[in-house]
């Protein structure tokens, strides 16, 4: 199958502290990544550059077999983004929100409503968005991220701060995507109970440093030969880390 993202031993260094370290991940076309680590761990950071957001201090990247910066903006064109918290404007609805993204990327005035429709805030559309609840504002976030439909989808640890229904219905939400739309996600969490329900595949990283990259399914096989029930697959990533840290001591 077609990787449509390639990192190759991306790295980030902050004068004496490697936030990212020669980090290679594989991401296949149609599935969805889990990118899993402990908070701090550099998720983000990659995220960031594989977004142009941070220039890398080493390493490549490409996206749908175009070398960044080369194609930056081709490349750009093709991902739709949530990093970190959404942030709008208090006082517009949801709706006017969008319309700012929908006239910035020159789509046609049906793409915002579509987008409302697909994350279920049609409902809410023309409530200002300073009344939204945390949920409703982390699926205006998704929204902004996939009006028009890119191919690829980054979001940021989306579930952050919901509550267990919130949680439901992004994860609901989100996994429904590459199906409707023929896209691809890349998704982070610190939350593997999170990640595996969602995910095809996953990378664990940890300090900077990628440990694991694989299917959910070898991730269980490592689970059953390091001693642990691969039915709790919080265990081997907990062993993982663990295995990781007194490594770095």
């Known amino acids: 199958m077609t990787n449509i993202i390639e990192t190759i031993n991306l790295t ?6 490697t936030a990212v370290d020669k980090v290679s991940i594989n991401i296949k076309k149609g599935h969805i990544y889990g990118f899993l680590g402990p908070n ?3 998720k983000t950071t990659t995220l960031k550059m594989i977004l142009g957001l941070i220039k890398p201090t080493s390493g490549s990247f490409l996206i749908d077999n175009m070398k960044f910066p080369d194609n930056r903006i081709e ?6 983004s949530l990093i970190e918290s959404p942030s709008f404007y208090p006082n517009l609805t949801g709706k006017e929100n969008l319309e700012i993204i929908r006239r910035i990327l020159s789509l046609p005035p049906s793409s915002v409503d579509e987008a409302l429709e ?6 809410f559309a023309d409530r200002q968005a300073k009344h939204y609840s945390l949920g409703m504002k982390q699926r205006l976030g998704i929204a902004s991220a996939l009006i028009g439909k890119p191919p690829i989808l980054i979001l940021d640890e989306p579930t952050n701060g919901l509550d267990p229904v919130g949680i439901h219905e992004i994860r609901g939400l989100i996994k429904s995507l590459p199906k409707r739309f023929d896209c691809t996600i890349l998704i982070s969490s610190h939350m593997l109970s999170e990640i595996e329900l969602i995910c095809d595949d996953i990378g664990i990283l940890n300090h900077g440093r990628l440990l694991f990259e694989g299917s959910l399914e070898n991730l269980k096989k490592l689970s059953t030969e390091n001693g642990f029930e691969d039915s709790n697959l919080e265990e081997i990533f907990l062993y993982i880390i663990d295995k990781d840290n007194k490594l770095l001591k």
Do not use: P, Q, R
Request: aromatic content about 10%; cysteine-free; proline content about 0%.
């Open 12 to 17: 980030k260094e902050y004068k004496n502290f």
């Open 40 to 42: 701090g761990a550099g």
């Open 75 to 80: 490349i750009l064109s093709k991902i739709g």
């Open 118 to 123: 697909i994350v279920g805030l049609s409902a």
